[in-house]
């Protein structure tokens, strides 16, 4: 059956997932008859901000979606959140999908409403999925830091509850890390 939607994208940290995240992969998956996650500042891991390599990041986000999206990397290029940003998310989904998204799927942030102004003959649907779950991936972090297992396994997957001591011992090794080229 088809969805309103043929291609939808998210892009995030995702440093670490938690149900806000899944929230919204959830519902493009529930619109869209491809989701592509784009892991921003692939690049970088091992800093307090972006403990979590890209490699971990796609292992957990499979452990919960397995096929249903599809994942790429999305390294920094050091301009910020601006429509030169959003011109690069657009040339990596038509690499990695050989076409354009119909929908992008966020949270509500400011940073990203200019993202696609300078696309020319682009349009692209933006939803934004209010914020129902109150938590964010720092929060997660410190829950990690704080060694919080129960509060942490109420915003995180089941499917990633065994994975909480490795990710502590990342996030504690990244911790004092404060450099980071991540914006």
């Not at 998210?10 to 149900?19: A, D, E, S």
Request: glycine content about 8%.
């Amino acid at each position: 059956m088809s969805k309103p939607y043929n291609l939808g994208i998210l892009v995030g940290r995702f440093q670490t997932i938690h149900k806000g995240h899944q929230d919204m992969i959830d519902k493009a998956l529930e619109l869209c008859n491809h989701v592509g996650v784009f892991i921003g500042s692939s690049q970088e891991s091992g800093t307090n901000k972006n403990p979590f390599s890209y490699e971990m990041r796609e292992q957990l986000l499979k452990k919960i979606y397995g096929d249903e999206v599809c994942i790429y990397p999305l390294p920094d290029i050091g301009v910020g959140n601006n429509s030169k940003w959003g011109d690069y998310v657009i040339e990596n989904v038509i690499k990695c999908f050989g076409e354009k998204p119909d929908l992008l799927i966020s949270g509500k942030e400011e940073r990203r409403i200019d993202w696609f102004d300078s696309v020319n003959g682009i349009t692209i649907a933006e939803l934004y999925i209010p914020k129902t779950i109150d938590i964010s991936a720092s929060r997660m972090r410190e829950m990690l830091i704080y060694n919080q297992f129960d509060d942490w396994k109420e915003y995180c997957d089941e499917n990633l509850w065994d994975r909480f001591s490795e990710m502590r011992k990342i996030v504690l090794a990244a911790y004092e890390n404060t450099k980071t080229s991540s914006l």
